[in-house]
């Protein structure tokens, strides 16, 4: 089992920066891509951003990509997402998720991450 904790999230204003983290623990050896998704309120899960623990290679939305950047460190402990220029649009629960798949693209589909952790919230006043 993999356990993820997010944390970071809080309320900003429009064109803020915010980073968030999320501490692993567990059996991560098991996972070989890490995830960041958010949802809004009565929307579905969305795919942020993705990093392979092993080369550190990325995958950004096309909302994201520019503005996000995501990170892991190499003890397969800790993932980060660094948001700038937040827009209001972007307020969510963010969430880490895990993959233990052995796909050579990163997944943007939420049913195919294992691992979740509680989310952590993001709000942005305009």
């Known amino acids: 089992q993999v356990q993820l904790v997010e944390s970071g999230g809080g309320l900003v204003q429009a064109g803020d920066s915010l980073k968030l983290s999320c501490a692993a623990s567990?059996?991560?050896?098991?996972?070989?891509?890490m995830a960041w998704f958010r949802q809004a309120p009565e929307k579905e899960r969305e795919f942020v951003a993705a990093?392979?623990?092993?080369?550190?290679?990325?995958s950004y939305s096309d909302s994201a990509k520019g503005r996000f950047t995501i990170s892991a460190d190499n003890a397969k402990t800790t993932v980060g997402l660094q948001m700038n220029s937040l827009k209001s649009e972007e307020t969510a629960i963010y969430y880490c998720?895990?993959?233990?798949?052995?796909?050579?693209?990163?997944?943007?589909?939420?049913?195919?991450?294992?691992?979740w952790g509680q989310g952590t919230q993001v709000t942005v006043s305009s």
């Open positions: 567990g059996q991560t050896a098991n996972t070989f891509i």
């Open positions: 990093i392979r623990w092993s080369g550190g290679s990325t």
């Open positions: 998720a895990g993959y233990t798949g052995s796909s050579w693209y990163f997944p943007t589909d939420p049913r195919r991450y294992a691992y």
